[in-house]
């Protein structure tokens, strides 16, 4: 392991730099064995991210380097209220290839700050409800979380104040569909989890399913009404014997008795007996606050399905008062096994293999690992025909109980992957996931990007609606010039434009080859960069350089642009460039000049079809007044145009094939 202080060291060296070109690093937050957590700003999206290192010499470790890889491709699949995002990952250059993992910058603390004590009913439903949300979500999205625990449970608050529960460090998550399952650690035998939260299928070595999660949450359920978890010793290998064999104490009779029972069936030692979802759970548990609320003539503040509830009755009592962490900033963020020296004092690496091994040594008494054909390259043609032949016919269940267990034994065999994502595409719901196993195809076989049948797919999934910001990441990332023409068809589209910075994104890859600049449509895009330089992160640098264009280029298909599109102002605070304020100041003029040209232009031409003035603007209606030299020459095209036009009796199929008027 790696010397604490020169892990600091050179980890600080970070601050003030850019990473990827579009995060610079404003402060280091915590660092720890492993490495470091730092507040950033987004350049393009001007807002504050946290940003999780992992330390160059530990990427070599390949079961840590795992892990974290691991977080970044389960967390980055959840958008939820109760689950934290990861937006990015990546490498950074000139760091010996330290890993970084992009999340939300969290304010409050952990949830385990709030336990010690009993927390009223309605406050620990309110609560446990947030994480079943959560959990939900990321069962639906195929993850299993397998280390809930207060500590992976933050409280944060939004902006009325109200106290916001997520889900965080989804490092040993499993991905149960397959897709980025990509190691040892979803094969049975292996165990992973904290002892005091585990299910006792984890700590037996059997495979683990989304139902492990829910007795993790009913162990924190149990903690919130009884103020103390149900378990408790010192010795790890206790504790394991203690969820596989013992049955906790009786809850206080003072609780109604659904809500005992309830706890109860989180807590069932046979998975079977468990609620079969966190879905199911959540809709019991409602109906069981809804009877607690009437019977004490609460108000109940209900929530809609997958939105954030609000507590009933006040907040929870806390043990102490939140910890500060970066000067106020408290900042868990999925650290998990970073081992936060500014949180917590975490156990030296001696100690921790020291637990990890008596713990192992306990379990084997208690299990015995199944074999692996370790002889097995990867499935079989007949395997992989067979799930070609289910999907092909539709039988989507039937292909999915043959290809889970092949990718639980080979998870980055690419033709594997490939199905996974062919069957999830068939899943309406499920496309997003889709668009991920064949991205990580890819990841393990770039070449599958020639294969025309896995090409047409992929390109057919990038332009299924509702999966724009995923498809774009997809294709910038992954797919190199195999994603042009699909990039093509977004920078030159006249309705639903992308944003400026994913429009420019997308512009800087097209134009790496140089055979695509006949292809952009630069007139569309220089408009379009008249109405969307006030979001980029320097609007009035932007807005200038499409004035120059049209300087250069005039033309009247950029008039109705120059007439509505919105003058830049410059950034007060000057945070996202400090040179774009004086430009600011001359743009009216410059405007009007280059206005005053391209109205000339369209008196002597006759200006553009109307059409393609509206086309300039992404959501605004063309606006020419009527008073222009050039409208009434338009007006008169359009007249002659419908003049000419055939009888409405042509539209008849037969008849338009029949009467002479009509050819």
């Known amino acids: 392991m790696p010397d604490p202080d020169a892990i600091q060291s050179e980890l600080s060296t970070l601050v003030g730099r850019k990473i990827s070109g579009r995060y610079r690093v404003d402060a280091l937050i915590g660092i720890g064995g492993m490495g470091a957590v730092f507040r950033a700003r987004h350049l393009m999206l001007d807002r504050d991210v946290a940003i999780k290192v992992l330390h160059p010499e530990l990427t070599n470790d390949t079961e840590i380097a795992a892990r974290f890889d691991r977080e970044a491709r389960s967390a980055s699949r959840l958008d939820h209220p109760n689950c934290l995002q990861v937006t990015d990952s990546g490498t950074i250059e000139g760091t010996r290839g330290a890993r970084f993992i992009v999340m939300q910058l969290l304010e409050g603390e952990e949830l385990t700050e709030h336990l010690g004590d009993p927390i009223p009913p309605l406050d620990a439903i309110e609560w446990m409800l947030q994480i079943l949300r959560g959990l939900e979500h990321a069962h639906e999205h195929g993850v299993v979380h397998r280390d809930l625990k207060p500590e992976n449970v933050f409280v944060t608050k939004d902006h009325e104040g109200n106290p916001i529960l997520k889900i965080v460090d989804f490092g040993i998550a499993k991905i149960v569909s397959g897709t980025g399952s990509d190691d040892t650690m979803t094969q049975m035998g292996i165990v992973f989890g904290t002892p005091q939260y585990m299910s006792p299928?984890?700590?037996?070595?059997?495979?683990?399913?989304?139902?492990?999660?829910?007795y993790s949450a009913g162990i924190i359920f149990y903690e919130m009404l009884a103020g103390k978890p149900p378990f408790e010793a010192d010795d790890p290998v206790a504790l394991v014997r203690m969820q596989v064999t013992q049955e906790p104490a009786p809850l206080p009779e003072s609780l109604p008795a659904s809500l005992r029972a309830f706890v109860e069936r989180l807590l069932a030692k046979q998975r079977d007996e468990r609620y079969s979802s966190a879905g199911e759970a959540r809709k019991a548990l409602e109906a069981i606050r809804d009877e607690i609320a009437v019977a004490e003539g609460v108000p109940l503040a209900y929530a809609p399905a997958g939105s954030v509830a609000i507590p009933v009755s006040g907040p929870a009592p806390t043990r102490s008062a939140a910890r500060p962490l970066a000067a106020g900033a408290a900042a868990v963020l999925g650290l998990g096994f970073l081992a936060w020296a500014v949180s917590r004092s975490a156990p030296a690496r001696g100690e921790r293999e020291e637990r990890t091994a008596t713990v192992a040594a306990a379990l084997d008494e208690l299990h015995t690992n199944v074999p692996t054909d370790a002889d097995d390259d990867g499935p079989t043609g007949e395997q992989l025909a067979e799930i070609d032949r289910l999907l092909l016919q539709d039988d989507l269940d039937a292909a999915e109980k043959l290809l889970n267990p092949l990718l639980d034994r080979f998870p980055e065999d690419a033709r594997l992957l490939w199905r996974q994502g062919k069957l999830l595409s068939k899943r309406p719901r499920r496309r997003a996931q889709a668009l991920a196993s064949y991205g990580d195809a890819i990841e393990r076989d770039p070449s599958l990007l020639d294969h025309k049948d896995f090409y047409a797919e992929i390109m057919a999934l990038l332009r299924q609606r509702g999966l724009q910001k995923e498809a774009l990441d997809l294709a910038l990332r992954k797919m190199g010039k195999h994603a042009h023409p699909f990039l093509l068809e977004l920078v030159n589209r006249k309705k639903k434009a992308l944003s400026y910075a994913d429009r420019h994104r997308a512009l800087d890859e097209l134009r790496t080859d140089p055979a695509n600049e006949n292809l952009i449509d630069v007139k569309l895009n220089v408009a379009l960069d008249l109405w969307q330089a006030k979001d980029s992160l320097a609007p009035c640098r932007n807005y200038a350089a499409a004035l120059a264009y049209i300087e250069q280029h005039p033309d009247p298909y950029f008039e109705?642009?120059?007439?509505?599109?919105?003058?830049?102002?410059?950034?007060?605070?000057?945070?996202?460039?400090?040179?774009?304020?004086?430009?600011?100041?001359?743009?009216?003029?410059?405007?009007?000049?280059?206005?005053?040209?391209?109205?000339?232009?369209?008196?002597?031409?006759?200006?553009?079809?109307?059409?393609?003035?509206?086309?300039?603007?992404?959501?605004?209606?063309?606006?020419?007044?009527?008073?222009?030299a050039g409208s009434s020459k338009r007006r008169g095209k359009r007249k002659k145009k419908s003049a000419s036009k055939k009888p409405a009796k042509c539209k008849r199929f037969f008849v338009g094939l029949a009467d002479p008027d009509c050819r």
């Open 201 to 214: 299928e984890q700590a037996t070595g059997m495979e683990v399913d989304a139902r492990a999660d829910l």
């Open 560 to 628: 109705n642009a120059l007439r509505k599109a919105p003058l830049p102002t410059a950034d007060e605070d000057g945070k996202a460039d400090p040179t774009d304020a004086e430009v600011c100041a001359a743009l009216p003029a410059r405007r009007d000049a280059v206005l005053s040209v391209v109205e000339d232009l369209a008196q002597t031409t006759g200006g553009p079809p109307a059409e393609d003035g509206d086309a300039t603007s992404p959501g605004e209606p063309s606006a020419r007044p009527a008073n222009k």
